[in-house]
Nanobody, 121 residues
Framework: QVQLVESGGGLVQAGGSLRLSCAAS????????MAWFRQAPGKEREFVAR????????SYADSVKGRFTISRDNAKNTLSLQMNSLKPEDTAIYYC??????????????WGQGTQVTVSS
């Protein structure tokens, strides 16, 4: 089992920045990709960014490319998401996940409880 706990969400004005963190515990994450997803009210959960175990490969949703940066620290078992130039449409609950190298919800086995990000205009 893997336990994931997100933090760092909050209320920010458009154009501002936030840094999300995800602390992992339990079984080893060695070899496993991790990802961030988000879910806005009334919408399906969508892929935001993913990263390989080594951190050598990342990919992003087109909507956040160039504004968000995913990273991980395997020594500390943490995943991060630096979010810059935030827009009101980035408002959502953000989830971290552990699983396979996928952009779909079904590709991930373990999920955190989420952290709310609200961007005001």
């Amino acid at each position: 089992q893997v336990q994931l706990v997100e933090s760092g969400g909050g209320l920010v004005q458009a154009g501002g920045s936030l840094r999300l963190s995800c602390a992992a515990s339990g079984r080893t994450l060695r070899g496993y990709p991790m990802a961030w997803f988000r879910q806005a009210p009334g919408k399906e959960r969508e892929f935001v960014a993913r990263i390989t175990w080594s951190g050598g490969d990342t990919s992003y949703a087109d909507s956040v490319k160039g504004r968000f940066t995913i990273s991980r620290d395997n020594a500390k078992n943490t995943l991060s998401l630096q979010m810059n130039s935030l827009k009101p449409e980035d408002t959502a609950i953000y989830y971290c996940a552990v699983g396979s190298w996928s952009t779909s919800v079904q590709g991930y086995t373990y999920w955190g409880q989420g952290t709310q990000v609200t961007v005001s205009s």
